[in-house]
Nanobody, 123 residues
């Protein structure tokens, strides 16, 4: 199985940027489609974005489209999330996740999860 560790979270002002990373170990990252999810205080975890095995296809939640960019470097076994024009409503714990079959936004179809990294956007 694959192990996932997120990093890059922190405190940023509204309008600022952050870049999250998710380092994978244990199995080649190219074996998995990947995604980012987030969970705000008092809310359920929600889909943010997904990327297929090669990185050639991506999908975004409407709330982040045009502001966030997902990418992957299979050679470095790392997934990224570039977040620009951040808003206070982006405040959440961000999780990366990997799935063996298919790709997409369904949380229950992801097989492996990282521990999460906190992103806080101040107004």
């Amino acid at each position: 199985q694959v192990q996932l560790v997120e990093s890059g979270g922190g405190l940023v002002q509204a309008g600022g940027s952050l870049r999250l990373s998710c380092a994978a170990s244990g199995r080649p990252l190219s074996n998995y489609a990947l995604g980012w999810f987030r969970q705000a205080p008092g809310k359920e975890r929600e889909f943010v974005t997904a990327i297929n095995y090669s990185g050639g296809r991506t999908y975004y939640a409407d709330s982040v489209k045009g502001r966030f960019t997902i990418s992957r470097d299979n050679a470095k076994s790392t997934l990224y999330l570039q977040m620009n024009s951040l808003k206070p409503e982006d405040t959440a714990v961000y999780y990366c996740a990997a799935r063996i079959r298919g790709w997409g936004y369904a949380e229950y179809e992801y097989d492996y999860w990282g521990q999460g990294t906190q992103v806080t956007v101040s107004s």
